[in-house]
């Protein structure tokens, strides 16, 4: 069973910066696109940002130039850094290999089990 690892959750200030990690099954991680989602309690799953196999990012409104995304492929690993974070960022964050088109990023039953972020003072 494929599975991915998220880690790097934690409890942060506002303003703060956390960077958390998702590592992806060396058979899966040249074949497949990485998307962080998150969930805020109540609310639905929500995509956060992206990165193709080639090293092309997407994120989303509410997060573009705080957060940045990036793959290491020597570790197999990719990351999303999160700076001047904002209570709203407060959430579970998961991570997804699946596929990036056309400016729409398709999830694949490949989660992981999540990494709690609170942005709290």
């Known amino acids: 069973q494929v599975q991915l690892v998220e880690s790097g959750g934690g409890l942060v200030q506002p303003g703060g910066s956390l960077r958390l990690s998702c590592a992806v099954p060396?058979?899966?991680?040249?074949?497949?696109?990485v998307g962080w989602y998150r969930q805020a309690l109540g609310k639905p799953r929500e995509l956060v940002a992206s990165i193709t196999t080639d090293g092309m990012t997407s994120l989303e409104d509410s997060v573009r130039g705080r957060f940045t995304i990036s793959r290491d492929s020597v570790k197999n690993t990719v990351h999303l850094q999160m700076d001047s974070v904002r209570p709203e960022d407060s959430a579970v964050y998961y991570c997804?290999?699946?596929?990036?088109?056309?400016?729409?990023?398709?999830?694949?039953?490949?989660w992981g089990q999540g990494t709690q972020v609170t942005v709290t003072s």
């Open positions: 997804n290999a699946g596929a990036y088109y056309r400016k729409t990023f398709y999830p694949t039953n490949y």
């Open positions: 060396e058979s899966i991680f040249s074949t497949h696109d």
